[in-house]
């Protein structure tokens, strides 16, 4: 019976555990300040699969999605940065993107945007 109503396990399940053990600089400095509910009072989840990708932060509640750049390997992936987008809002998710540096030279500004969607 358990397993007729269990939902099926998203195959990147693992990769976003590693990535949730592994974080960059930036995403570790960022979800200190998104856990456990601390703006808005609107919850995050870190590195969730959704459909095909791996989100570095998300608000299922509020159907945001919060994306870090880390400059390098972001910058040349314009076109899968377009198809997850796409794919993001077909499901009702906005995006915000930040890069690493606005994260560490002006996070407050990153986290008022941040708290601005959330409103």
């Given amino acids: 019976m358990g ?11 693992n990769r976003a555990r590693e990535l ?34 791996i989100v570095d932060f998300v608000s299922f509640d509020k159907r945001i999605v919060i994306i870090e750049l880390d400059g390098g ?4 992936a314009g076109r899968k940065d377009q198809q ?20 560490f030279e002006n996070l407050e500004g990153v986290l008022e945007s941040i708290r601005q969607r959330c409103l």
């Fill in 20 to 53: 949730r053990n592994n974080p960059t600089d930036a995403e570790h400095r960022l979800w200190q300040q998104l856990r456990n509910s601390q703006i808005e009072g609107v919850k995050f989840r870190r590195q969730q699969p959704i459909e095909m990708y």
């Fill in 3 to 13: 397993d007729a109503t269990m939902k099926p396990r998203n195959p990147l399940h």
């Fill in 73 to 76: 390997q972001h910058a040349e």
């Fill in 84 to 103: 997850r987008d796409a794919c993001l809002a077909m499901n009702g998710f906005s995006v915000l993107r930040f890069w690493n540096n606005e994260v």
